[in-house]
């Protein structure tokens, strides 16, 4: 919070737009917080914040989705407040999504003038349009068929075409909303080379991303948001990384936690329980070697976005590896789906557990015994005295607080819904569980009482894989934490080297095994993957 | 241009089909390669067609119209009640109707974005209002007498070699021809496609939603309502059961017709000539006279699964053509 906040450089002719002071709150909870932000003529500037932060609600209030309850927001010294979409547009506001809000059965150049099309007679002209359509893509370096529908077009395309559109429709102020998600390397090359063109015009870009590599390569400034504060606004050429990581995060490094030293890393020459080698997917995360042994927490650190959820998703099979191998028990295994993993004996509690965890109308009850079942298969129930006895186990041993096994989950606070779910896996005894942020949007006691009951868990025997953006948590209780960064395992730190210095060191470090201690995340066969 | 050819290929194949159908009914009936059954043919068919274009438009935006048969069968009864037993003229009783059914689908199209409410249940409320309104007007056939009738089913466009367009034909051939200068050549069209495509897009790309649900309704109601006439002329009466399960033969027309039930993809002429498919089958029975009529369905059936079947099929082809690009 000692951060500055004074803009890095005046310049001449005064911002292009000059946010001050936003405020925005939803049913109590401040999602910004006085929060102030400039862009200038000509300037990329980073939006960059974790989960929380206030990326979106800010860029909301911008293009007319939300009404800001506080604050002032000038565009080239006028003041305005887009009441939607439309008038944000109006107002030279364009904004490109991660998904592209474009319409793929429409032609390319139907997409670039809907709504503006090139009118004779009362009908469309549609010669001017394509001709227009080309003219327009001309100085992106795209020479395509305007004619065919856009869904043939890889998203890269996609997304250069949204900016050409909103470019089009004069926007003086372009948003890049995580534009470079689902772009491989070359179309991000691509991409940039489209946003410093646009740059060299005149034209402010907001990129929202959560590629730290990204934002060093193209922008100009950085502006760190969290909690819906604002944290600071610095030169990109000023700022080391690891201080933007810091600022980020949110941590002073001097006052990190202390830990107990837990002596060398041992090398522990168990066999490991699940390993994988050269595991990845395309566009998802790079291919890594990971090893779990019985016992063992595993956990992974790394920014928003940064390939965690995405690791442990192809390690529960959730999505299909396109490359590398795994092994359980020294068997090479193939994780087709979901019923594989669990067949192998793994669990898994997801991030977003109302979307992919609990199934609110369901009793206690039928959520907890949910994962045995579908282990069983649905032609043999179990019988309904057995449930009973199960989760009434399960609702002593992890401290549930709902008055009865019956009671409809939903009606239950996130902490005892978040030991509900941990206990549908517990039922299933697994071998390995898997952690999606176990601690997120819970109090702070049940976080406590999650975190001792992982610790019981690995004592038992079973192996861990947590993912966590707390990191005095994870060093806590994981003697081996997987640093990511962009999609890409960066660092393994073991043992005694585990702390909260190092991993916020690994994920800042500018190439890859920089940190990493002796067992660098090798290619292997991922080798071929980018070009 | 393979692009194109990917494009055109759903209306390409029903072409085909219509073609190829014609050929084999021509070769087995002496008499059938005629401009008279050609004629016949378009003017037998005339209010589905009619009907099928703005059902055609109400699937493009994603949508569906099941009142449209209903509308028909209110239409006629309307019109035979305000001629016969009101003693109007039957201009402004065409008016009325037209005004009448076109406001009726407005309000649905009304209901349907304002309440956020499926299509499917509010077109079938719908269904269900307008066949109950026809039989509140009366529940006999009304035959309708009125002498601009007779000049209405005299009035032909004749061609020197030989074809003689009815009113009805004329109407629906009409129909087609500005359904698809709406479609392609005006805002409104890109509107339609741009909402079948994803309405949130569409919303957020400034395409006005609610406006165009009202006149897409709107105009499918119209059409329904001016299809209506076209089959009081063709029957020369009005009855409250008439054009039942017309919603349906209108679907498979724009389903046969190349245009995907999802919405976003299709042609104004792909329904046509599914219509005039249907109507083939049909003239076939009927030349060969020992067939049941019900062989009619029957066929539609099959064509009609085995069209989705290909919809499907030339989607999956796309889907793992244009997936990854990047992959190469």
Known sequence: MTASTAPPSASSSGPLLAIRGLSKAFLGVQALDGVDFTLRHGEIHALLGENGAGKSTLIKTLTGVYLRDGGTVALEGREIAPRGVEEAQRLHIGTVYQEVNLLPNLSVAENLFLGRQPMRWGLVDRGAMRRRARAVLQPYGLSIDVTAPLGRFSVATQQIVAIARAVDMSAKVLILDEPTASLDAQEVAVLFKVMRTLRSRGIGIVFVTHFLDQVYEVCDSITVLRNGRLVGERRTADLPRLDLVAMMLGRELEAAAHRIDLGPAEVDSRPPLASFKGFGKSRSVEPFDLDIRPGEVVALAGLLGSGRTETVRLVFGMDRADRGEATVDGQAVRLKGPRDAVRLGFGFCPEDRKKEGIVGELSVRENIILALQARQGWLKPIPRHRQEEIADRFIRLLDIRTPDAERPIQLLSGGNQQKALLARWLATEPRLLILDEPTRGIDVGAHAEIIRLIERLCADGMALLVVSSELEEIVAYSRRVVVLRDRRHVAELRGGEVSVERIVAAIASETPNAIASETPVTAGSGAEVRQ | ?328
């Open chain 2, 1 to 328: 241009m393979t692009g194109a050819l990917q494009r055109f290929l759903p209306l390409i194949v029903t072409t085909a089909v219509l073609v190829v159908g014609f050929l084999i009914c021509a070769t087995q009936f002496p008499n059938f390669a005629s401009w008279r059954v050609v004629a016949n043919l378009l003017t037998d068919n005339a209010f589905l067609g009619i009907t099928a274009v703005g059902m055609t438009f109400v699937i493009l935006s994603g949508g569906i119209d099941l009142s449209v048969g209903a509308v028909i069968g209110f239409t006629t009864v309307l019109l035979a009640v305000l001629i016969e037993h009101g003693g109007w003229h039957p201009v402004p009783a065409f008016a009325v109707a037209l005004i009448a059914a076109g406001g009726f689908g407005a309000a649905m199209g009304g209901v349907i974005h304002v309440f956020q409410m499926p299509p499917f249940i509010v077109t079938l409320a719908g269904m269900f209002i307008a066949r109950g309104l026809g039989f509140v007007l009366t529940t006999d056939s009304v035959p309708i007498n009125h002498p601009l009738y007779g000049e209405l089913n005299d009035m032909a466009l004749r061609f020197d070699f030989g074809l003689k367009l009815s009113l009805p034909a004329l109407l629906m051939l009409g129909v087609v021809v500005a359904a698809v200068v709406l479609a392609h050549w005006t805002r409104f069209g890109a509107n339609l496609y741009a909402l079948g495509g994803n309405r949130q897009s569409a919303e957020l790309m400034g395409v006005p939603v609610g406006r165009t649900t009202v006149a897409v309704y709107g105009l499918s109601g119209l059409l329904a309502g001016l299809a209506g006439i076209v089959f009081s002329l063709y029957t020369g009466a009005g009855y409250s059961l008439a054009a039942t399960g017309v919603e349906l033969d209108t679907i498979t027309a724009v389903v046969i017709g190349g245009t995907q039930l999802t919405g976003g993809y299709g042609y104004v002429v792909g329904t046509f000539v599914g219509v005039l498919i249907q109507g083939l089958i049909q003239t076939y029975i009927t030349f060969d006279g020992t067939l049941s009529s019900w062989w009619t369905k029957i066929a539609i059936g099959v064509l009609l699964f085995v069209f989705i079947l290909l919809q499907k099929g030339l989607l999956v082809v796309w889907a793992g053509r244009g997936g990854e690009p990047a992959e190469a």
